[in-house]
């Protein structure tokens, strides 16, 4: 049973709209959530992470938010680029284990 | 060059034999691991190792193998491959130090046939 979930295996926006990715979890002991961006043929690259002791965290063009009672978290990209074309995965941690466990990945493409 | 390295990027080989995947790390990371990335399931753990000579499983041991003798390399064996085994393998290595964000290698994409 998938303890991290994320259901649209793909998204298509529009340059300079709003991404929105999403992700759901069942485990309420998770405590650390991150987003891993991948390009085909290479590996994951850590994009952005958020302690369940916040709500939101905000980097750049890049936002994560945390609805802990709904056990949902999502990523907003705004405004959306080409270069974001890639696979998104959603990672989940508890009690500082350092291991991770991540969701199937959304693959985002962003069109000119 | 400072980072994490796999090799090999691409592997082929026969149902039943054993295959080593290497990977090496120059950071001195604590913590190493091993995931397999297959379409609709994601990134699945495999094993994981806390420093040298710790090792536990992860989601996923079953047919596999590894090894730490030392802390920058942490080889995974597949003692006798089977078909279902054909994945892209990716080698992670994180610091101690409550970062919990992975440094990924390219990975290896294995084939069995």
């Known amino acids: 049973d998938q303890q991290v979930k994320q259901n649209s295996p793909s998204l298509s926006v529009q340059e300079g709209r709003i991404s929105i990715l999403n992700c759901d979890y069942t485990?309420?002991?998770?405590?650390?959530f991150l987003w891993y961006k991948k390009y085909p043929a290479e590996g994951p690259t850590f994009l952005i992470s958020?302690?369940?002791?916040?709500d939101k965290n905000e980097d750049g063009r890049f936002t994560v938010f945390l609805n802990k009672s709904a056990k949902h978290l999502s990523l907003h990209i705004v405004p959306s680029q080409p270069g974001d074309s890639a696979v998104y995965f959603c990672a989940a941690n508890m009690d500082s284990s350092y291991k991770l466990i991540f969701g199937s990945g959304t693959r985002l493409l962003v069109r000119p | 060059d400072a980072g994490i390295t796999q090799s090999p990027r691409y592997k082929i080989t026969e149902t039943g034999r054993q295959v080593t995947l290497m990977c090496h790390q120059t950071w001195s990371h604590s913590y190493m691991f091993w995931y397999r990335q297959d379409l609709g399931h994601g990134l699945r753990l495999i094993y994981y190792?806390?420093?040298?000579?710790?090792?536990d499983k992860g989601e996923v041991p079953d047919g596999y193998v590894v090894s730490r003798s030392k802390t920058e390399n942490f080889p995974l064996t597949l003692e006798s491959a089977t078909r279902s085994q054909t994945s892209v393998y990716f080698c992670?290595?994180?610091?101690?130090?409550?970062?919990?964000?992975?440094?990924f290698g390219s990975g290896t994409r294995l084939t069995v046939v």
């Open positions: 992670a290595s994180n610091k101690n130090g409550g970062d919990y964000g992975y440094t």
């Open positions: 485990n309420s002991m998770f405590d650390y």
């Open positions: 190792s806390a420093a040298a000579d710790i090792t």
């Open positions: 958020i302690s369940s002791i916040k």
